[in-house]
């Protein structure tokens, strides 16, 4: 699978900016996707999930409320809206997506990585 995130720039604080993740490749069996972010001398933290076929969502608290994220399957596509942004949402963002693959001795998560985005809030 591979991962190509878009849609990152420079927004002022209390505006918007829709991020997107572009999927390829073997991604039929993708089993749930997520955006994460890591700031400058932090560690990288989990934003927000999607699970295949419910569409279940997840939320950190630091952003539920103002992000939203969503999955067009049929265009091998993910997004992220991010509503009333903060200079603390400054960061890179990465797009994830996880498949389960099984094996004789058990299933097997594989996890996979885009390049990131750059999102800078401004105050």
């Known amino acids: 699978v591979q991962l190509v995130e878009s849609g990152g720039g420079l927004v002022q604080a209390g505006g918007s900016l829709r991020l997107s993740c572009a999927a390829s490749?073997?991604?039929?069996?993708?089993?749930?996707m997520s955006w994460y972010r890591q700031a400058p001398g932090k560690q990288r933290e989990l934003v927000a999930t999607?699970?295949?076929?419910?569409?279940?969502?997840n939320y950190a608290d630091s952003v539920k409320g103002r992000f939203t994220i969503s999955r067009d399957v049929a265009k091998n596509m993910m997004y992220l809206q991010m509503n009333s942004v903060k200079p603390e949402d400054t960061a890179v963002y990465y797009c994830?997506?996880?498949?389960?693959?099984?094996?004789?001795?058990?299933?097997?998560?594989?996890?996979?990585w885009g390049q990131g985005t750059q999102v800078t809030v401004s105050s």
């Open positions: 994830n997506a996880v498949k389960i693959r099984y094996y004789d001795t058990g299933p097997e998560n594989l996890s996979y």
């Open positions: 490749g073997s991604t039929f069996t993708i089993s749930s």
């Open positions: 999607i699970t295949s076929g419910d569409e279940n969502t």
